[in-house]
């Protein structure tokens, strides 16, 4: 009986190591896409140059990921795990906006220091990308200034002005403009940037 039972060992001991397999040639070919859009952007990153970057066939690539959506969807959710941006969620449990949005900026500013490399790469090249990603991008901007636009009861023009405002004050680049080209420090930049953002409303309607 123990005879009878061991080819079934052997087999399932044989399909678990097949499937680690395919998970770890699986996590290199997305890891060497996320290393190459960091490094030469998306538009630069050829399946041969991933294949490369990952030790594989470009068959293997195309395999396991066959097209590019596939692909930049693996390597954004791999890239999100190792970089989660700040829950905006977890902002709107503070009740006074100001303080809010304080908040929210030195947890993004924070965020934006080891991010910043690869979101320019994703801005710039963003149009030869496939259409979720900037989808995606537009309704987690749109999210985190919806959460950070309440309590200041701004209507109309005023309301649209403060949108702009926080969507600038919430962005990679102004990050970079801020502190590493101009030198600023993170608190700097949340200083300049929560004058801006009660500038562009009428100071009676702030809170």
Known sequence: ???????????????????????????????ATMCLHERVGPRATTVSAIAEEASVTRLTVYRHFPDEESLVRACSA?????????????WARIEDPVRRLRTALGETYAWARPAAPMMTMIHRDLETMPD?????????EKA????????FRARGRAAHRLAAALAHALRVTTWQSLCLD???????AIDIMVGAVLAAIPSKIRT
């Open 1 to 31: 009986m123990t005879t009878r039972k061991q080819p079934s060992r052997v087999r399932t001991y044989t399909m678990r190591a097949r499937r680690e397999t395919v998970a770890e040639t699986r996590r290199r070919i997305t890891e």
């Open 78 to 90: 791999h890239w999100r795990l190792l970089h989660p941006r700040p829950d905006p969620q977890n």
């Open 132 to 140: 979720f990603v900037s989808q995606f991008l537009a309704a987690d």
């Open 144 to 151: 985190r200034v919806t959460v950070l636009s309440r309590g």
């Open 182 to 188: 101009a030198g600023l420090t993170d608190q700097d």
